[in-house]
Structures are given as structure tokens and as C-alpha cells.
């Protein structure tokens, strides 16, 4: 927490560091809101994807005749799954390049 905090600390400090103007803090901040959400997407992504995947092995291991039939499904919802993480890069995409905020 402690490692945490320092970083977020050192982050602030950077971002106040700059111009006096307040596009250089939007640009700074827009950088960091766009780490953070794309490091939490794919963490989310990621533990999905690995229920997923476990429970295909494991409806596949108490019956092997529906393996296909649960794959299909399995690549469906990895599919769902990666498409979330995808809007998330898009939308950090657009915080960095196209800020709305910056007049």
C-alpha cells in the first residue's frame, strides 16, 4: 500500500511539475487515467478469461462428449471478454490523442 501510495505521490508531483496552464495537468492526468484503466481492464480481461478456461477444462474433464460444443462456447465468450478490454484501449486511445477536455 505503502508502494502504492509513493507512486501516486510521484505521479502528482510530476503532473504539477509542468506549465501553469491547465492543459499540461489534463495531458498529464489523461496519461495516467489511461494506464490505470487499460492495467485494469486487462486484469479484468485476464481473470475472466482464466474462468473461462477453467471451467471448460472442467466441463470437459466430467464429459468429454459435449468438448466441442463447450470450445465453441468457450471462443464466443473470450471473444466478449477481449472485445471489453479492446473499448477500454479505444476509449484511453482517445483520452491521449483526441481529449475532449483540452479546449
Known amino acids: 500500500m505503502k508502494k502504492f501510495f509513493l507512486l501516486f505521490l510521484a505521479l502528482g508531483a510530476v503532473a504539477f511539475a509542468g506549465d501553469a496552464d491547465g492543459q499540461s495537468m489534463i495531458k498529464a492526468y489523461s496519461v495516467v487515467a489511461a ?16 474462468h473461462t478456461a477453467a ?18 462456447t468457450m471462443f464466443i465468450a473470450l471473444a466478449m471478454i477481449e472485445a471489453q478490454v479492446i473499448y477500454t484501449l479505444v476509449i484511453a486511445l482517445i483520452a491521449l490523442y483526441a481529449n475532449p477536455f483540452i479546449g
Open 55 to 72: 471451467a471448460t477444462i472442467a466441463g470437459t474433464a466430467r464429459n468429454p462428449g459435449l468438448g466441442g460444443k463447450l470450445m465453441t
Open 35 to 50: 494506464g490505470v484503466g487499460l492495467g485494469l481492464a486487462a486484469l479484468g480481461g485476464a481473470v475472466g478469461m482464466g
